[in-house]
């Protein structure tokens, strides 16, 4: 076993059925027994809906400016995206944009000027690989991705440019963005163009829209300087890439230090003369070319594995923005194998910053700007991983969220980028992320939840203190009927530990057993916590899991191997995914764990995941269908790569391989606009489900991709997995323990 490195409803009818596919197990009467399923009370009495849960908004992409105490955000509610902006002292929440409808045009990509008096944002969800924007809603006119801004003193948004990523210039007069290869500049303020065409800045040419400068190569990453006049950019070659400075005032370019090798991250020095960035070597002739027989160790240095002259392969340069000569301020040693896989730096006060893993844990370090740096500063120590950060508006201190020492939540904390003592500014059973730090230094933002209270913007005193909530909650919002969960720490049957969270039913009694739900995460990469999360659909499967407890289910969040938040080794666990998807052997301890437990009815365990956790669901109920007597599988992997050889490790670590053994009905929910799980891997196991007799349901959304955009369809989807739960292990009320076998 590993040593551990730290301490331990109401039912609602669909109302979009167009954009829905419901079937039945084919030796079901189906339309008439679904009906009736569908209409059928819960069996045990729930004290609130799903939709109640669910009805608080969720708060994102959370920025402060930096020369003023203003902050802003984007709220999710219901499906109605919106901007609210908040400013000291009383940080009252005001709302600046009206979109409406629940019609899944996301918004993502806040951004604000440093004097807090314009926001930007993207409108409309990203393009899948054919060029398609997200259209869940199937609107016929098509969807598209594209900037807007508005003003911190109210009034309407405005739409700036199609674009789909953005970089506001500090002043708030200019975005930058990236196209095919190319960067452009748009206007936030549409009357800097004139009527006609071209003005100062080149942006439009005879109705089309030009690039802001062309040169050789495909040109990314645009940073713009403090003063807003210039604009750092990565000009990526192929086997090698430079860093570019553009000069809006007097067009051209300079590139800083050219050379043979893979410049990346440019980030300005505060005074805006300089540009720090990363400098890997270039791409070795062995990375490309046909090696025949030859071994690695047959060729000569250099062919395969490029490194540095003295062995390193990761450096830090500091560039002049003028004149572009560059020196090193620090490389990592030639045995390093940590610190080099840093991919971004930030310039911090008289340092730069970066995150790396050489102890085991994602945390920060620092490196002085002006050089002579031996060993990088440990910024943030402590067993825990470090997520989000903010600085201070003189760069100086670092705000930054970890679970250090307390694994199961998340706190902020603070500590100088020169290097020196972290203090915890959040204690407690809260649970705070994505610092946003004040101009004025006085207070702290962040994103604050708890075991009953939903992810909401709070601001702390950067001294330290109680997260303050800004935002008022939905009266019918179930805040005092939550169960707390309780950490569960478990062994699979190779010893490996893993962690969960346990709910139980409020009104369980002695002698009672009730029917048991396991819920497993997406990712892998996730962590689920002792409360409310910080991604979406996280943060609404915590709802559903407060839910089905009150319903009467015995729940089991399950955080298994490969997950974050743990440290490397536990990230990084042998056997992973394709190569033996040893994670199931989690999922199946924690059900036995269930199983043996005297208050849950050990005939009546489901369990239920998005995306990896749909893989996880697949696999459960393929391999130990009598363990598991039902599953909701939503987006998940059915077959890791593309090889059906029985033999091929990849096949016999899916859940297909089994597919023969699977006899427990399964719910399956998908969009076939998924950008991350491709739909084919729900098309073909329908194949093999139909072939094999095994009972099935399916809802299919068009158009819609793996984290659904419509709030209707998860509202859909979390209710048809109430009652198909209800269905297939026999409603929530309680048997006798009489009835254990």
Do not use: C
């Not at 601001?459 to 009927?481: K, Q």
């Not at 996880?616 to 998940?636: E, H, K, N, P, Y």
């Not at 391989?657 to 998908?670: A, K």
């Amino acid at each position: 076993m590993r040593d551990r490195p730290f301490d331990r409803a109401r039912l609602t009818l669909t109302r979009r059925p167009a954009h829905a596919l419901l079937t039945g197990p084919a030796f079901v009467a189906a339309a008439a027994l679904t009906a009736m399923a569908l209409l059928a009370p819960p069996a045990h009495a729930q004290r609130f809906s799903i939709e109640d849960v669910l009805s608080p908004g969720y708060p994102i992409g959370l920025v402060a400016a930096k020369a003023a105490d203003r902050i802003a955000w984007i709220e999710n509610e219901e499906g109605r995206r919106n901007v609210y902006t908040a400013a000291a002292p009383d940080f009252a929440p005001v709302r600046l944009t009206r979109f409406e409808d629940d019609d899944g045009h996301d918004l993502s990509t806040l951004r604000i000027s440093d004097d807090g008096s314009v926001l930007v944002f993207l409108r409309g969800h990203n393009a899948n690989r054919d060029g398609w924007i997200a259209n869940p809603a199937s609107d016929p006119r098509g969807a598209e991705r594209a900037a807007w801004a508005v003003s911190t003193e109210g009034g309407e948004p405005w739409r700036v440019a199609e674009a789909w990523n953005v970089a506001l210039s500090p002043d708030g007069k200019w975005i930058a963005y990236t196209s095919g290869g190319n960067i452009y500049r748009a206007p936030v303020n549409p009357g800097v163009v004139n009527a006609g065409g071209v003005v100062s800045g080149g942006l439009v040419v005879a109705g089309q829209r030009q690039p802001l400068f062309s040169v050789f190569g495909s040109q990314g990453s645009p940073a713009w300087s403090p003063d807003s006049r210039k604009i750092a950019f990565v000009s990526n070659r192929g086997d090698h890439s430079f860093i570019g400075i553009y000069d809006t005032d007097s067009p051209g370019v300079t590139y800083l230090a050219p050379s043979v090798d893979r410049d990346t991250s440019p980030t300005w020095s505060p005074d805006g003369t300089k540009v720090a960035f990363i400098r890997r070597p270039g791409l070795p002739f062995g990375a490309s070319a046909d090696r025949g027989d030859a071994r690695p160790e047959d060729l000569p240095d250099g062919m395969t594995q490029a490194r540095f002259a003295g062995g390193h392969d990761f450096s830090i340069r500091v560039a002049d923005a003028e004149t572009g000569e560059a020196m090193e301020v620090w490389h990592n040693t030639p045995d390093d194998e940590f610190f080099n896989e840093a991919r971004q730096v930030t310039w911090a006060g008289d340092h730069i910053i970066f995150q790396a893993e050489p102890t085991g844990w994602r945390l920060y370090y620092a490196v002085a700007a002006a050089g002579g740096t031996g060993e990088p500063i440990e910024l943030t120590p402590g067993d825990g991983l470090v997520e989000q950060i903010s600085l201070s508006a003189d760069g100086r201190t670092l705000f930054y969220a970890t679970n250090a020492g307390d694994i199961d939540r998340r706190h902020l904390w603070r500590v100088p980028t020169s290097g020196g003592t972290a203090r915890q500014l959040t204690h407690g059973d809260g649970i705070e992320t994505y610092p946003a730090a004040l101009a004025s230094g006085d207070h702290v933002a962040t994103l604050s939840a708890s075991a009953n209270q939903p992810l909401t913007v709070a601001v702390v005193p950067a001294s330290g203190g109680t997260a303050r909530y800004i935002r008022e909650l939905p009266s019918r919002y179930p805040l005092d009927l939550h169960v707390t969960p309780e950490a569960v720490t478990l062994n699979a049957e190779d010893g490996y530990e893993f962690y969960n969270q346990l709910f139980l039913p409020p009104d369980m009694r002695p002698g009672e057993q009730r029917p048991a739900l396991i819920f497993i995460h997406g990712g892998s990469r996730r962590q689920m916590l002792l409360g409310y999360h910080y991604r979406h659909f996280y943060h609404m499967a915590y709802a559903i899991n407060q839910y089905f407890a009150n319903k009467g289910y015995v729940v089991l969040s399950v955080n298994y191997r490969s997950g974050i938040g743990y440290g490397r080794e536990f990230r990084n666990a042998p056997g992973r995914g394709g190569r033996g998807n040893t994670e199931y052997r989690d999922i199946k301890a924690a059900g036995e764990y269930l199983r043996d437990r005297p208050d849950v009815d050990p005939d009546r365990i489901g369990l239920w995941g998005l995306s990896y956790g749909g893989i996880l669901t697949a696999q459960g109920l393929a391999r130990d269908s009598d363990l598991f007597a039902a599953g909701v599988d939503i987006a998940g992997v059915h077959l890791w790569g593309n090889s059906i050889d029985p033999e091929s490790v990849s096949y016999q670590s899916s859940p297909i391989s089994e597919v023969e053994n699977w006899t427990s009905p399964v719910l399956l929910i998908h969009g076939d606009d998924d950008r991350n799980v491709a739909f084919s891997q729900t098309v073909g196991l329908v194949q093999l489900l139909r072939a094999q007799g095994v009972p099935h349901e399916l809802i299919v959304f068009p158009d819609d991709v793996h984290s659904f955009l419509i709030h209707e369809r998860w509202l859909m989807s979390f209710n048809a997995t109430d009652r198909f739960f209800d269905r297939h292990l026999g409603g929530t009320e309680a048997v006798t323990t009489g009835g254990r076998r």
